[in-house]
């Protein structure tokens, strides 16, 4: 016979079980009774049951134990008396009651003096607990005490709603059944500070709680088989070896909390056993999660994909078991200022980390005696001393951001000590990024991914950055830390090491932008150096880019190795590249080099098919004379100066629809209808756009082609671009013209018009962004603004290439450090609504309230050279946080640096740093392509 489990919810059962106590208690009225005679007869048959007096077993009684049959329902109500199994202070019965068919335990009286179990609950009985105590005490000897308040056994059931079970060697002994808590408490269940549980599970045993505490005992749950399950409100707390103890079954812990056990752990799991934390709050406990071994050296496994263990001595301990996180928090886990781990890996424990936080600790993740750590992923945060330190063990990275205030990875000088690299990991520390002691140092793995740079320091010259790969030796992946070091590449077999560092060049020209036109024969660049300090050589390497940037993929241009280099020649109108010198002092002692790269060289060619033209003159069709190269750019000529056509013309319509694009804001398009002005009086006139009506008078004019018109303003959110809105004129009450029209018919007339390829493009990249828009935020996405076109250069954004922006973070937290700051610089949010912008976000330290931190953004911080308004600072529903709105953007100044100002230094925001880590590392793929599609909208609007 398959065995069907009851495990439905606790809440569905215990309302069952009430249910079905409401209807048989009415079949008949209460039966009181006073002895033991009458309660043995009362317990045989359905109904309630009161006390009427103290019941006590004697030794010749000679009926027996308490009995409720298989099939019997009963109540019974303690009515404040006590049932006692012993005669004088001897136990002369092994079970006070036993529970075969289905009994209900109420009132507040006490069962009590067995000297096996109170209640067994076997054959499929089942017990329910609203009220009363199971109370084991028979002696004030600790040892002294009932097996088990409560035992269940072959299939039976045990619900403790409320009540009391307390002072057992175990409060509830799981042989065989299964048990659920949702209130109620079991105290004191223990009989040394080693032994003892709240509840014990056996052999098939299932357990539950959602409710009531557990507290006073050896462990507060014991799992040598059988499974455990803690949600909802429920504590575990005040037990002197650990709240959660698995030895063999498996536990899962979904909520609840596990707190003060500030000798013992939280949850303890070996031997086999199994823990998967999703949910709840582990703290205030010597270890929050310890994973160890038995005497046979059997370990248990821990996963934690949610959660919280905060304010622990240690968050995890592994002793030869294995913990993965791929979720959930690590926080605040230290002993003192200076012990206190977030994870410490022992023993030849293995940890993993694809998700979660570590924050808050003296130290992030400790490895030691033959550890093992892999990071993949997750944040490891606001350490004091080192986010990993490596004492003795491996740890491979290859993901995640180790970002703290200490040494973000400290590798000791034990031998067996093991420090992988590879991906895109982000290792940032006040101290040192990486800190490689004497004769350590880093192996790679695979690519490093990663656009920024990693600090090594090392204690002695001659510490190696070492490879798996001898030819691995990019110069854009490592920098030194250490002013005395530098990182330099092994003339022998081409690896990099760390080595007393060669003085650094200094770079007194740099190189300077250059304009040439088509047809070129002669172009260069050069740097000017100081000369070398003694010892020292100077080398150069010239590099290109396709982007503006030192470290986004160059590459080394071949032969380029003098301080002066020719632009090759044939390149065409139009084209744009990016050359920078890197400029290499090396010691000729010991072939160490110390590279600086010099400011980046903007080289564009440039070329113009002259026509008869002035300066730019409207005509009626939209049209205007320009000087045009030959890849299609307009151009406006002086006599002496080239000036390129910003403006897109569209034709003269009677009413249309426009856009103006130094109004577009990030997220929204201010939409124009152009209404001609009229010949009579225009005060009568009128315009609905959009359900927004305005009078003639409230309006903007526009001159087009010679030709007044009114200009009507209505706001199109992005991802309502394919929107059709409706449009009449009026005189006074006359309707004297409507119709429908919507931003993509506009973009539509222009990109399938006769206009230059600018304006086209620049309209396709604008329905690429409504597009995107509308599939990130589930808008009307029958209706792409982008559907039904041919891809043009504007149209594609999958190959947009968001420049490698970063914000300089640690440098502004640093000085915050240094200012003694109560708040430090978390990240940022790009807003975009109608009023579109950059929220910084601001972390308080401990002590700081969001109204000091506000009042000293306010005295402190400046935006582009000016104070923060009060309007501009928000406090974050989370009290942890408080944000600083910027100004509003528009699509021409999205790309544009604003000034964060702070003790005389100045920092950059960019939206472009955001949009750069939302395509890099956010992992949401709609949000990348929108940040995509609105850089490449920004792109065509400002070629």
């Given at each position: 016979m398959t065995r069907r489990k009851l495990l439905l919810t606790p809440a569905l059962i215990v309302a069952q079980i009430l249910m079905l106590f409401m209807v048989s208690a009415s079949v008949s009225a209460a039966t009181s009774v006073s002895s033991w005679k009458e309660l043995t007869d009362a317990l045989l048959n359905?109904?309630?049951?009161?006390?009427?007096?103290?019941?006590?077993?004697?030794?010749?009684?000679?009926?027996?134990?308490?009995?409720?049959?298989?099939?019997?329902?009963?109540?019974?109500?303690?009515?404040?008396?006590?049932?006692?199994?012993?005669?004088?202070?001897?136990?002369?019965?092994?079970?006070?009651?036993?529970?075969?068919?289905?009994?209900?335990?109420?009132?507040?009286?006490?069962?009590?003096?067995?000297?096996?179990?109170?209640?067994?609950?076997?054959?499929?009985?089942?017990?329910?607990?609203?009220?009363?105590?199971?109370?084991?005490?028979?002696?004030?000897?600790?040892?002294?005490?009932?097996?088990?308040?409560?035992?269940?056994?072959?299939?039976?059931?045990?619900?403790?709603?409320?009540?009391?079970?307390?002072?057992?060697?175990?409060?509830?002994?799981?042989?065989?059944?299964?048990?659920?808590?949702?209130?109620?408490?079991?105290?004191?269940?223990?009989?040394?500070?080693?032994?003892?549980?709240?509840?014990?599970?056996?052999?098939?045993?299932?357990?539950?709680?959602?409710?009531?505490?557990?507290?006073?005992?050896?462990?507060?749950?014991?799992?040598?088989?059988?499974?455990?399950?803690?949600?909802?409100?429920?504590?575990i707390t005040n037990c002197g070896s650990a709240g959660v103890n698995v030895t063999g079954g498996t536990a899962k812990i979904e909520g609840g909390t596990i707190t003060a056990n500030p000798n013992g752990k939280g949850i303890q799991v070996t031997n086999n056993g199994s823990v998967d934390v999703s949910g709840g709050v582990i703290t205030g406990n010597r270890d929050g999660i310890y994973v160890g071994y038995n005497d046979q050296k059997a370990a248990g496994r821990c996963t934690m994909s949610g959660g919280t263990v905060q304010g622990n001595g240690n968050g995890v301990w592994i002793a030869k078991g294995t913990f993965s996180m791929t979720g959930g928090t690590l926080e605040d886990n230290k002993v003192s200022e200076d012990s206190g781990n977030g994870i410490y890996v022992n023993e030849n424990g293995t940890a993993s980390m694809s998700g979660g936080t570590i924050s808050g600790s003296v130290y992030g993740v400790t490895v030691n005696n033959g550890g093992d750590l892999t990071m993949t992923d997750g944040d490891i945060t606001d350490f004091t001393i080192y986010g990993i330190n490596i004492a003795n063990g491996k740890v491979a990275v290859s993901g995640g951001t180790i970002s703290g205030t200490g040494t973000a990875v400290n590798v000791c000088p034990d031998q067996a000590n093991r420090f992988e690299l590879s991906g895109a990991p982000v290792i940032s520390g006040t101290n040192h990024d990486v800190f490689l002691n004497s004769n350590k140092y880093i192996t790679i793995t695979g690519e490093m991914s990663n656009e920024q740079p990693i600090g090594v320091a090392g204690v002695v010259p001659g510490t190696i950055t070492n490879s798996q790969n001898t030819n691995y030796n990019d110069p854009f992946k490592f920098k030194s830390t250490n002013a005395e070091y530098a990182i330099g590449k092994n003339a022998v077999d081409g690896q990099l090491f760390l080595g007393i560092a060669p003085a650094e060049p200094d770079i007194t020209e740099q190189p300077r932008d250059l304009i040439l036109n088509e047809g070129y024969t002669d172009g260069s660049i050069s740097v000017t150096v100081a000369e070398a300090a003694e010892g020292n050589t100077i080398t150069y390497q010239w590099y290109s880019n396709t982007v503006n940037s030192h470290s986004q993929r160059p590459i080394a241009i071949s032969d380029a190795t003098d301080a002066t280099y020719n632009i090759p020649t044939g390149r065409t109108a139009g084209s744009t590249v990016y050359y920078f010198c890197g400029v290499t002092s090396k010691r000729d002692d010991n072939s160490l080099e110390t590279t600086v790269f010099s400011d980046i060289s903007e080289v564009t060619v440039v070329g113009y098919t002259r026509h008869e033209a002035v300066p730019p003159t409207y005509y009626k069709d939209g049209?205007?004379?320009?000087?045009?190269?030959?890849?299609?750019?307009?151009?406006?000529?002086?006599?002496?100066?080239?000036?390129?056509?910003?403006?897109?013309?569209?034709?003269?319509?009677?009413?249309?629809?426009?856009?103006?694009?130094?109004?577009?804001?990030?997220?929204?398009?201010?939409?124009?209808?152009?209404?001609?002005?009229?010949?009579?009086?225009?005060?009568?006139?009128?315009?609905?756009?959009?359900?927004?009506?305005?009078?003639?008078?409230?309006?903007?004019?526009?001159?087009?082609?010679?030709?007044?018109?009114?200009?009507?303003?209505?706001?199109?959110?992005?991802?309502?671009?394919?929107?059709?809105?409706?449009?009449?004129?009026?005189?006074?009450?006359?309707?004297?013209?409507?119709?429908?029209?919507?931003?993509?018919?506009?973009?539509?007339?222009?990109?399938?018009?006769?206009?230059?390829?600018?304006?086209?493009?620049?309209?396709?990249?604008?329905?690429?962004?409504?597009?995107?828009?509308?599939?990130?935020?589930?808008y009307d996405t029958d209706h792409l603004a982008d559907a039904g076109l041919e891809t043009g250069t504007g149209l594609d954004y999958s190959q947009a290439d968001i420049p490698a922006l970063t914000f300089a973070k640690e440098q502004l937290n640093a000085k915050l450090a240094a200012e003694n700051a109560p708040i430090r610089y978390s990240g940022m949010t790009l807003i975009l609504k109608d009023d579109t912008y950059i929220s910084l976000a601001f972390k308080l330290n401990k002590g700081c309230t969001q109204e000091q931190a506000a009042a000293y953004l306010k005295e402190n911080f400046r935006l582009d050279g000016e104070g923060i308004p009060d309007e501009d600072i928000a406090p974050n529903s989370n009290t942890k946080f408080i944000t600083v709105k910027t100004k509003g953007l528009t699509i021409g100044s999205l790309m544009d640096d604003i000034d964060l100002t702070f003790a005389g230094e100045t920092y950059e925001v960019n939206v472009g740093q955001y949009m750069y880590w939302a395509v890099k590392s956010s992992g949401d793929t709609a949000l990348g392509n929108v940040c995509k599609a609105l850089y490449n909208y920004w792109s065509y609007i400002n070629k």
């Open positions: 359905d109904g309630e049951i009161i006390l009427g007096s103290d019941i006590t077993l004697g030794s010749n009684a000679g009926w027996g134990d308490l009995k409720v049959p298989a099939g019997k329902y009963v109540t019974l109500d303690l009515n404040g008396k006590t049932i006692k199994a012993n005669n004088g202070g001897q136990s002369i019965k092994q079970v006070a009651i036993t529970v075969k068919g289905t009994l209900t335990i109420t009132g507040s009286g006490k069962i009590t003096g067995s000297s096996g179990n109170l209640v067994t609950v076997d054959n499929k009985g089942m017990l329910i607990i609203p009220g009363g105590t199971l109370d084991g005490t028979k002696t004030t000897n600790m040892t002294d005490k009932t097996a088990n308040g409560v035992y269940v056994n072959n299939g039976g059931t045990c619900t403790v709603i409320g009540g009391t079970i307390a002072n057992n060697k175990n409060g509830v002994n799981l042989a065989g059944g299964t048990f659920y808590m949702t209130g109620g408490t079991l105290e004191n269940n223990m009989v040394s500070y080693s032994s003892g549980s709240g509840i014990s599970i056996n052999g098939v045993g299932e357990a539950e709680i959602s409710g009531g505490t557990i507290t006073g005992s050896a462990f507060g749950v014991s799992v040598p088989n059988g499974t455990f399950k803690m949600s909802g409100g429920s504590v049209s205007i004379e320009y000087y045009e190269d030959s890849e299609g750019n307009k151009y406006t000529f002086d006599g002496s100066v080239y000036t390129p056509v910003e403006d897109v013309t569209v034709p003269k319509l009677t009413i249309y629809v426009n856009v103006d694009t130094d109004e577009v804001s990030s997220s929204s398009v201010t939409a124009n209808i152009c209404i001609p002005l009229p010949d009579s009086d225009p005060s009568g006139y009128s315009f609905t756009f959009g359900g927004v009506t305005k009078a003639a008078s409230e309006c903007a004019t526009i001159e087009i082609g010679g030709t007044t018109y009114y200009k009507m303003k209505v706001v199109s959110n992005a991802k309502e671009m394919s929107a059709e809105r409706a449009y009449a004129v009026y005189n006074g009450e006359d309707k004297l013209a409507e119709g429908m029209t919507s931003v993509r018919e506009y973009a539509m007339t222009v990109i399938n018009g006769e206009y230059d390829t600018k304006a086209q493009d620049a309209c396709r990249a604008m329905l690429s962004y409504g597009a995107a828009a509308q599939t990130f935020f589930g």
